[in-house]
């Protein structure tokens, strides 16, 4: 019955947050209501609400399920937003993955079943 879910980060600053979503990680900006952000790529939706409370996204974050894990990371990589702990990696639970900080410190991890 679930088809998808939409993870609600904190944004810190919301000219800086539309910034690193379009320019660094590609996504499509669709609106901004009083600080309420949506972003879109692909199939994937984020969206993020202000805040001005800066220990609240280095305690959240998300999971991003992709396909061609290994050409998403030498992008993001060339760009130096690669998390310094998160560098792709086979995990036990069966995903090749790595991880992100956005420019509010969200981490966002994105990873690909190793079978695919």
């Not at 993020?48 to 990371?73: F, M």
Request: proline fraction near 3%; include cysteine.
């Amino acid at each position: 019955m679930l088809q998808s879910a939409v993870p609600i980060l904190a944004s810190l600053n919301t000219n800086e947050t539309i910034v690193f979503y379009t320019e660094k990680l590609g996504f499509t900006f669709h609106s901004n209501w009083e600080g309420y952000l949506i972003f879109s790529k692909d199939n994937v939706q984020i969206h993020l609400w202000p805040t001005d409370n800066s220990d609240i996204p280095k305690n959240t974050g998300c999971y991003v399920n992709v396909a061609e894990v290994d050409e998403l990371y030498q992008r993001y990589k060339a760009l130096n937003i690669v998390h310094p702990n998160g560098h792709l990696k086979n995990m036990e639970w069966g995903m090749r993955q790595f991880s992100i900080l956005d420019n509010n410190g969200n981490i966002i991890h994105f990873g690909q079943e190793i079978s695919d």
